[in-house]
């Protein structure tokens, strides 16, 4: 076999709706493994929120913040952090309608505020510990993704303003903030180049709207059976359930294990 490397997104995908990753995906990887294939991770999380997994995995090669911080075998080969003086503009806006943010660095993250009853439930759907405060967090290191909390759509009003950034909601109540162009899909293309490997051997599972862009791009996308609608529109497979052994089942039928 030619030497190919899969991506895979977190939530919804490696793990299930309990953030648990299951068996039949632990033995999925690591027969991937054992077959000579690049395993790697293609997450909007930041690297420290992952990192357990990671290491329950073996993985070493991720692309991280929707794209904008990419490790290949432990090395970092790409990075795309967000423009400082945009982000303070931003931050100002967010404090005049009383939005709360989180700002996020290579290392750690830290939010705007202590309290919010947005951030508490976002967070709590990830299994996460609400974060530090420090409102002046960015102003002093690279930022490679924040976080806009806010009901869905006020965000338009943000994004119509702050052209240099994109706005990717995942949470009813939060967004993911990007450099504009941003996406998993670059990050990809970045692993990919320095892996040395060629697009027809890339595959990539995802679920949600910000692994479209991923999943146009890659040789082989699939979506997970439990996958927006949008996705499984423009896979090219679409597995079962990350509950019911969907990545598995689709390494099965790709003959990948």
Same mark, same amino acid.
């Given at each position: ?39 790697? =991770?293609?997450? &909007? ?14 993985? +070493? *090669? /991720?692309? @991280? ?36 943010? =989180?700002?996020? &660095? ?14 508490? +439930? *976002? /967070?709590? @759907? ?56 941003? *996406? ?74």
């Amino acid at each position: 076999m030619d030497k190919k490397i899969v991506f895979f997104d977190i939530d919804g995908t490696l793990v299930d709706f309990d953030k648990k990753i299951p068996l039949s995906t632990k033995v999925a990887i690591q027969q991937l493994k054992e077959n000579g294939v690049y395993v790697a =991770i293609a997450t &909007g999380r930041a690297p420290y929120m992952f990192e357990n997994i990671r290491k329950e995995l073996g993985i +070493e *090669s /991720f692309v @991280s913040f929707n794209g904008q911080y990419v490790v290949f075998e432990g090395q970092l080969v790409y990075d795309n952090p967000l423009g400082q003086e945009e982000l303070k503009r931003l931050y100002n806006a967010s404090l005049a309608g009383d939005y709360p943010m =989180i700002f996020m &660095g290579a290392e750690e993250m830290r939010a705007s505020q202590g309290d919010s009853k947005y951030i508490k +439930e *976002s /967070f709590d @759907s990830l299994k996460f510990n609400y974060p530090d405060v420090d409102p002046e967090f960015y102003d002093d290191r690279s930022i490679y993704q924040a976080l806009l909390f806010c009901e869905r759509d006020a965000e338009k009003a943000f994004q119509n303003v702050h052209t240099s950034f994109r706005f990717l909601r995942w949470h009813d109540l939060s967004c993911d903030i990007m450099p504009d162009g941003g *996406s998993k899909a670059i990050g990809v293309q970045k692993l990919i180049e320095a892996s040395g490997l060629k697009v027809n051997d890339t595959y990539a599972f995802g679920d949600g709207l910000n692994d479209i862009e991923m999943i146009e791009e890659i040789g082989t996308g699939i979506a997970m059976g439990n996958a927006v609608h949008e996705l499984k529109k423009i896979a090219d497979y679409v597995t079962a359930d990350v509950g019911e052994e969907g990545i598995y089942k689709a390494l099965k039928h790709l003959h990948l294990i």
